[in-house]
């Protein structure tokens, strides 16, 4: 089964850049028709939507965060990456990155980002 673990820092300082890895394991980044994607939760806000990049390597973002956000991927080491530039406070929150098949949907555990000064 597939699993996705995220690392990056847990803390990060305004106008700083955010980089965030998730490792899949299990399955492919680079398989079709799948797509791995980054969702955040800010403390008392619902889940949104960041941005995703297919198995062909073809990112999408939100409107409301493209101009911040980048996401790449390392197929060699089954590897994608999220980069946000610039954070700021209102960007703390619980990070994940799922993968998403046609009949499933799985979530890494999330990890804690804090943008304090």
């Known amino acids: 089964q597939v699993q996705l673990q995220e690392s990056g820092p847990g803390l990060v300082k305004p106008s700083q850049t955010l980089s965030l890895t998730c490792t899949v394991s299990?399955?492919?980044?680079?398989?079709?028709?799948?797509?791995w994607a980054w969702i955040r939760q800010a403390p008392g806000k619902g889940l949104e939507w960041m941005g995703s990049?297919?198995?062909?390597?073809?990112?999408y973002y939100s409107p409301s965060l493209k101009s911040r956000t980048s996401i790449s991927r390392d197929t060699s080491k089954n590897q994608f990456t999220l980069q946000l530039n610039p954070v700021t406070p209102e960007d703390t929150g619980v990070y994940y990155c799922?993968?998403?098949?046609?009949?499933?949907?799985?979530w890494g555990q999330g990890t804690q980002v804090t943008v304090s000064s």
């Open positions: 799922t993968e998403w098949e046609p009949a499933a949907v799985y």
């Open positions: 990049i297919d198995y062909s390597g073809t990112t």
């Open positions: 299990g399955g492919s980044i680079t398989t079709n028709p799948y797509y």
